[in-house]
């Protein structure tokens, strides 16, 4: 399912003011549809000691999705730039010359390079930790109020497309009788005509119960009357998995396999069907499945 959610914090340095500026910590969450779990981080270096912890937050609330998640740490551009330290500065220019000397060509250092490094946030990765996972237990409460809000919008797509199959099972139950007994007399209509019919009575008799066993059996075979059965009962589980989700599992990996029956079924029910009819009703089901099945992937 898709969400973003951001957010981010101000930190004071725990460094002299006069060497660095506050610092932001922020953290973003991207979400796009994904029929697994798919983490993936994109965080400064000195901050990957936090990522298990991160993983583990997230992985505990998200089930499935494509999920990106961002941190960035700034130094605070609205606090202004603290005057460089004569301390810092001195650091500086001897590293400066200890490279000059042994790379005689190396350029000397700018003072747009001056500035920057008197800026850099100063603040201990380590105890960034409790503001980090903050920040993603917010994140990521907004990103699951925006997935909530989607799949309320899929779900109720879901149950619109429920109903339509529901009309097809309903418009092909009455079909099965009148399907059997057609395929029986016609079957048996073909039967007379290759035996002409102009034999002796005992003959005819003995030919007319083979027929009859014969139409039998082939009528036993497209008989969809299970696979319709079957059919309406797999809908009425999707309904009931929709309008009343589990509280702690998603219905998604439910659903995915109840998508798999219907389709299953429909099958079934094309392969046995012997009328242009049932026919139609057939391909109408699997049309709908598979616009099922792509959106059941995006629920969680």
């Known amino acids: 399912m898709t969400g973003y959610a951001s957010t981010q914090v101000l930190l004071a340095s725990t460094s002299p003011p006069s060497s660095s500026a506050p610092v932001r910590l922020g953290l973003e969450i991207r979400s796009v549809n994904s029929r697994f779990l798919d983490l993936g981080f994109r965080m400064p270096d000195e901050l990957r000691m936090h990522e298990a912890a991160l993983r583990d937050?997230?992985?505990?609330?998200?089930k499935r999705g494509k999920v990106e998640v961002r941190v960035h740490l700034e130094s605070d551009q609205q606090a202004g730039?603290?005057?460089?330290?004569?301390a810092?500065?001195?650091q500086l220019s001897q590293w400066?010359?200890?490279?000059?000397?042994?790379?005689?060509?190396?350029?000397g250092l700018s003072v747009a390079d001056i500035l920057k490094w008197s800026v850099q946030p100063q603040a201990?990765?380590?105890d960034l930790g409790p503001a980090l996972l903050q920040l993603a237990q917010d994140a990521l409460a907004s990103l699951l109020q925006a997935r909530s809000r989607e799949g309320q919008r899929l779900g109720q797509h879901l149950l619109e497309q429920v109903g339509q199959l529901q009309a097809l099972v309903a418009k092909a139950l009455p079909l099965v009788p009148t399907l059997v007994a057609q395929q029986r007399q016609r079957f048996l209509d073909r039967?007379?005509?290759?035996?002409g019919l102009g034999q002796e009575s005992a003959n005819?008799?003995?030919?007319q119960d083979r027929a009859l066993s014969e139409a039998t059996a082939f009528a036993i075979r497209i008989d969809v009357a299970e696979e319709l059965t079957r059919l309406g009962a797999h809908l009425a589980e999707i309904t009931q998995c929709l309008n009343h989700p589990p509280a702690k599992e998603g219905v998604g990996k439910r659903l995915?396999?109840?998508?798999q029956e219907l389709h299953r079924e429909a099958n079934t029910l094309g392969s046995k069907s012997a009328a242009l009819e049932m026919t139609r009703v057939g391909v109408d089901m699997k049309v709908l499945i598979e616009q099922m099945r792509e959106q059941v992937q995006n629920l969680e």
């Open 204 to 207: 005819a008799d003995q030919a």
């Open 96 to 107: 400066q010359t200890q490279v000059q000397a042994v790379l005689p060509q190396a350029r």
């Open 124 to 126: 201990n990765p380590q």
């Open 256 to 259: 995915d396999f109840l998508i």
């Open 57 to 62: 937050l997230i992985s505990a609330q998200l």
């Open 81 to 86: 730039l603290a005057p460089p330290d004569a």
């Open 191 to 195: 039967w007379h005509e290759a035996l």
């Open 88 to 90: 810092l500065l001195g």
